[in-house]
């Protein structure tokens, strides 16, 4: 089995093994790392897709299909384990591609593809052919939408499905808010009670009442569906004031992992430093422990990309950063070490320009 590493795409698996190949998205397209033979360390397989720059990959389950957006440059499918790519850019009307989501919805697979400016998109036949879902842009307030870096438009960052039913779907705007749609895409509204700087949402699904976001003020919680909320980790927390990616164990979502930039991008272009941790929690949550045991206390560079897979009893966590590192633990957090370095920057658009300097 593979699995893919990327800012807009799928972070959490399951499987009986241990994979062997991650598909990594990065500022010069696709880079398959596969662990040695033995199991120890990893080095380089494959390069693709080497003029784009890469920000979400899906790994179609029920298809095979590979897709993989790209900033600026459109969309890509794969039927060959990510050997050999095609365009699939049929009814799509925007070419900068934030995130990509697939589920069976009344049990025909749909593949979503969330853009800048942030509209949204979806195609039932496996990217041959894309339609706009256009309410999306019809929610009261989406004229304000907007983000702090030019082009100072807002995108949509994360895509995600209630586990019991995935008509019903959440979409979280960069910089606009938390909006839900029960009907599969077709209508939707915006969920209040947090701040408008939406990362992504993480839902349990144990309890699928209780739903996770991170974003520009820390992390939001409810477990009531939405109806209420609490500000379980806010700026000023140790774990990092600005969280983005935010992963669970699927036979264990009591087992989370963050990371978690020290402040927000803005910062960085003064700076140079993102000061990221990554952290873990064993009670859903509610408390953190900063990881260290082969990571700096904060690096330098910013998180930009998480996965977790659980594989029988064990739970793998990589995460990649724009200084071209991928970083992996195999013991669910406990140790840590470099799998690669030198890869072209893993970044959310031009996050890596504002820590170029302090690694150049």
Not at 20 to 37: M, S, Y
Not at 44 to 50: F, I, K, N, P
Request: glycine share 12%; net charge negative; with cysteine.
């Amino acid at each position: 089995m593979s699995i893919a590493l990327s800012h807009g795409g799928t972070t959490m698996y399951t499987s009986s093994t241990q994979s062997r190949d991650v598909l990594v998205g990065t500022r010069e397209g696709i880079v398959t790392i596969q662990r040695n033979a033995g199991g120890a360390g990893w080095h380089v397989a494959q390069r693709a897709l080497t003029d784009r720059h890469i920000h979400a990959i899906v790994l179609e389950p029920a298809s095979g299909t590979i897709f993989a957006g790209a900033h600026k440059g459109g969309l890509y499918a794969s039927t060959d384990g990510g050997k050999t790519w095609s365009e699939r850019n049929d009814g799509l009307t925007e070419n900068d591609i934030y995130s990509l989501a697939s589920a069976k919805v009344d049990g025909k697979v749909r593949v979503y593809a969330g853009t800048e400016p942030a509209h949204l998109f979806v195609s039932e036949d496996l990217g041959q052919q894309w339609r706009e879902l256009p309410a999306l842009r019809k929610v009261p307030g989406s004229e304000r939408w907007s983000f702090p870096a030019p082009p100072h438009v807002g995108h949509l960052k994360h895509i995600n499905f209630d586990p019991r039913d995935s008509n019903t779907m959440f979409a979280s705007i960069e910089v606009g808010g938390l909006l839900k749609s029960v009907d599969a895409g077709e209508t939707w509204t915006e969920i209040p009670g947090m701040y408008e700087d939406v990362h992504r949402t993480v839902i349990n699904p144990a309890r699928p009442e209780r739903i996770y976001v991170s974003g520009g003020d820390g992390v939001y919680v409810t477990s009531d569906a939405g109806a209420t909320w609490e500000h379980w980790a806010t700026r000023e927390s140790e774990i990092g004031g600005y969280p983005d990616l935010l992963v669970f164990g699927q036979k264990n979502p009591e087992l989370m992992f963050i990371a978690a930039a020290q402040c927000s991008p803005g910062e960085w272009r003064k700076s140079h430093f993102a000061g990221a941790r990554v952290s873990r929690s064993r009670d859903g949550g509610r408390t953190w422990e900063i990881l260290s045991n082969g990571l700096p206390d904060r690096l330098q560079a910013s998180v930009e990309a998480m996965c977790l897979e659980q594989n029988g009893a064990s739970c793998t966590v990589l995460f990649a950063t724009t200084a071209g590192e991928v970083y992996g633990s195999d013991d669910a957090g406990d140790s840590w070490s470099v799998a690669v370095k030198g890869l072209a920057p893993i970044s959310k658009g031009g996050h890596y320009h504002a820590l170029v300097a302090a690694t150049a």
